[in-house]
């Protein structure tokens, strides 16, 4: 069962119309201008937003004849614009049939067009003007196509980048040698062995949190746990603290019960008989040191683990379970690294296997050529046309009156509104 599924190969139907249909409009569009249509289109446009223009001026035209007369002097003045407009706008197809950038059919086309503006002709204007609508539309849907299959370009390239980053690391995978199942074996041991020690530490750890602490002296006096990390009291402090827990008949208190009657109120103080500006003095004084002693757990005190540690030796001389963990780890500490590595390898390789998902190389292969026919429906077309584009003609024919004056008509058929009525 394949496991990467990619919705965009569902689409090869869609992606073959669409593809279809963008190389049939640019076949047109290169039969209609050639292959700098461009330049048609821009024409066009042009001719598109003066007729536009021409339907906004005439559909005013009524209501400025009952304006005031600056606000027909102003009407006026868009008329003039947009005459001298349409002269620049014959002026630059002649330019372009002379560059050969429109065709000539194209070029008497607009002109019959502009001559029918000048004349008021507004409707049959437009109605001539329907071939040159229907360009447009053709390049806004071409537009439109080619954002949609840019878009699916990009899918597809996502895809195969995906399914060739999964082909690499199975075959990746393929290539690495057989794990090392022994070198597993012992490290795990090892860790096993290793929570026996932290478990015997946090036993050992109990064992001084509950301890008498006046026992717990003793301990300390003789250095060893002041090595491995235990909170440091001076002696004459320990002296002084020992004599008052002696004298108040609290030297079977361990730190942790002293600690919590720091939280007893001074009447239940009294009612046990303890004197409270001692107590205070010496136990109140060492609260931090009490404080260190309950949380012995949470700090540095025997973590070190390492082979020869003094904090291996205190465990393995104080716990029967300790000694034989490290007994059993003293053996295993030549391999200790390599043991690590492969562990490490294995981890990471199963990772790898994680991101692969399940897929099979032959599949993800066969899924790559799904993918790759997608791309070549999506790219084999670009640039393409059906038809040859219409050459323009080599001879030089004038397209455009060039009589002085052109705007005449255009012009007196708006100036009737300033008449007096």
């Known amino acids: 069962m394949r496991c990467l599924e990619i919705p965009l190969l569902s689409e090869i139907g869609q992606i073959h119309i669409l593809v279809r ?3 049939e409009l640019e076949a047109k569009l ?4 050639g292959k700098d249509y461009f330049f048609l289109l821009e024409d066009c446009q042009e001719l598109s937003e003066i007729i536009e223009d021409i339907k906004e001026i005439s559909s005013k035209r009524s209501e400025k004849e009952r304006a005031a007369f600056m606000e027909k002097v ?3 003045r868009k008329i003039r614009r947009k005459a001298k407009d349409l002269a620049a706008f014959e002026r630059r197809l002649v330019s372009e049939y002379e560059n050969k950038r429109i065709s000539l059919s194209h070029g008497r086309k607009m002109v019959e067009i ?3 503006l000048r004349s008021s002709k507004l409707e049959e204007a437009q109605g001539k003007a329907g071939e040159f609508h229907s360009l447009l539309e053709m390049r806004e849907r071409l537009a439109l196509l080619d954002e949609q299959l840019s878009k699916k370009r990009a899918q597809a390239e ?3 980048r995906v399914i060739l980053e999964k082909i690499s690391d199975i075959s990746w995978l393929e290539e690495q040698p ?10 795990e041991q090892g860790e096993r062995l290793r929570e026996i020690l932290l478990e015997a530490r946090l036993e050992m750890i ?11 002296f003793g301990k300390y006096k003789e250095g060893e746990l002041e090595k491995l990390g235990f909170p440091q009291i001076p002696a004459q402090e320990i002296d002084a603290l020992s004599s008052f827990l002696k004298k108040s008949g609290l030297e079977k208190k361990s730190s942790l019960q002293l600690y919590e009657m720091l939280g007893f109120s001074k009447e239940k103080l009294s009612h046990l008989g303890i004197d409270l500006a001692s107590f205070r003095q010496n136990v109140e004084e060492h609260k931090s040191f009490l404080l260190e002693i309950s949380s012995l757990h949470l700090g540095d005190f025997l973590t070190d683990l390492s082979p020869d540690s003094a904090s291996l030796s205190y465990l393995a001389k104080n716990s029967p379970e300790a000694k034989k963990a490290v007994d059993e780890l003293a ?22 296997k994680k991101l692969v998902g399940g897929e099979i190389k032959p599949e993800l292969e066969k899924l790559l050529e799904e993918i790759e026919s997608v791309e070549m429906a999506l790219n084999g077309k670009e640039g393409e046309g059906k038809k040859s584009a219409e050459k323009a003609p080599d001879e030089k024919e004038d397209i455009l009156p060039t009589k002085t004056g052109k705007e005449k008509g255009f012009l007196e058929s708006f100036f009737g509104l300033f008449r007096e009525k």
């Open 21 to 23: 249909e963008k190389s």
């Open 30 to 33: 290169l039969s209609a201008g």
């Open 74 to 76: 102003k009407f006026s």
């Open 114 to 116: 502009i001559k029918l």
């Open 158 to 160: 996502r895809a195969r």
């Open 178 to 187: 057989p794990i090392d199942m022994e070198k597993i074996r012992r490290h």
């Open 206 to 216: 109990h064992s001084l949190q509950s301890m008498p602490l006046c026992e717990l």
């Open 331 to 352: 053996l295993l500490s030549g391999t200790f690294a390599e043991d690590e590595k492969e562990w490490e390898r294995r981890k990471f390789l199963e990772e790898k």
